[in-house]
Structures are given as C-alpha cells and as structure tokens.
C-alpha cells in the first residue's frame, strides 16, 4: 500500500481504496481479494 502512494500520490491511491471497499482497519492487512482488487486497477506494484 505505501508503495500505491508513493507512486500514485494519495489521492489516487484513496479512489482505490474506496473502488475496492478497503477500510482504513484493513489496510495494514490486505487480504488476497483486496490486493487482487487493487492490483486489477493497476495500484499494487
């Protein structure tokens, strides 16, 4: 994740988190759905 913001900036990285339904408790944790979201949307490196 910290990886989708220093890429893509913050703001970018917040639409994705939110297309994928991503809370913020969540985020140190991504479960494998939620990363094949992300990274279906081209955010995870």
Known sequence: LAMCYAKYGS??????????????????????ADRACMKKRNCLI
């Open 11 to 32: 703001a970018r990285c917040m639409q994705w988190l939110e297309l994928c339904k991503i809370t913020p408790d969540r985020w140190l944790t991504l479960s494998s």
